[in-house]
């Protein structure tokens, strides 16, 4: 099989944070390419009832250590954000406009703009920090902030959240190869296996 690895997430996931160091490596080793889709994960919160592991009971505490012990094992940078969790509307808005004229670029921004809330701990949420990011990636500022306004372009990620849900996207990150779905980043490695083997 020749399928893409396609790649949700949301910008307010730490794991999905992690998961976006390995994606592509994974996908290039095995003759597939990434496809990256960010959704909007408090709307399949409000479907399935769950909410922020930060914000469980002893949960909470264990996946903020289990963060910051990633991010040192990973060798990459980690900042517990504050705020946190935060609504990443803007992001990922941005992301799919980019993405309609240059998916590369697309995921540059979304590489930029985890790198500026979780390496940072910068509050992305704001339409000025997301025109700040794509600008730095050398986009138009005034284009970057009409289009996460534009309507078409909150109607497409209405669409693409709806559409993930619709494929049993159930958390960030959640990838979906040869038809079958993965739930985490601790799942990359069953990712692995199902594509030396072919599957099972």
Same mark, same amino acid.
């Given at each position: ?104 670029? !697309?995921?540059?921004?979304?590489? @930029?703009?985890? =790198? *500026?809330?979780?390496? #940072?701990?910068?509050?992305?949420? $704001?339409?000025? %920090? ?10 138009? !500022?005034?284009?970057?902030?009409? @289009?996460?306004? =534009? *309507?078409?372009?909150? #109607?497409?990620?209405?669409?693409? $959240?709806?559409? %993930? ?36």
């Amino acid at each position: 099989m020749s399928g893409p690895i396609e790649f949700f997430f949301d910008f307010s996931s730490p794991y999905g944070y992690f998961a976006s160091f390995k994606v592509d490596e994974l996908a290039e080793r095995y003759g597939r390419r990434s496809v990256w889709k960010p959704f909007m994960l408090g709307v399949v919160f409000k479907e399935t009832g769950n909410r922020p592991l930060s914000q469980q009971p002893l949960k909470g505490e264990y996946c903020i250590h289990d963060w910051e012990r990633l991010g040192r094992y990973m060798n990459v940078p980690w900042t517990m954000p504050d705020p946190f969790p935060i609504a990443t509307l803007s992001a990922a808005r941005a992301f799919y406009w980019l993405d309609g004229r240059d998916s590369d670029q !697309a995921k540059r921004f979304a590489r @930029a703009a985890f =790198d *500026a809330y979780f390496g #940072q701990g910068r509050d992305i949420s $704001t339409v000025d %920090a997301v025109v700040e990011i794509a600008a730095g990636l050398g986009e138009d !500022a005034a284009e970057v902030k009409q @289009a996460v306004t =534009d *309507a078409a372009i909150k #109607q497409r990620l209405k669409e693409e $959240t709806a559409a %993930a849900m619709e494929r049993g996207v159930i958390g960030s990150p959640y990838f979906i190869v040869d038809g079958e779905g993965f739930w985490g980043s601790d799942r990359m490695w069953m990712i692995k296996k199902w594509l030396q083997d072919g599957g099972w």
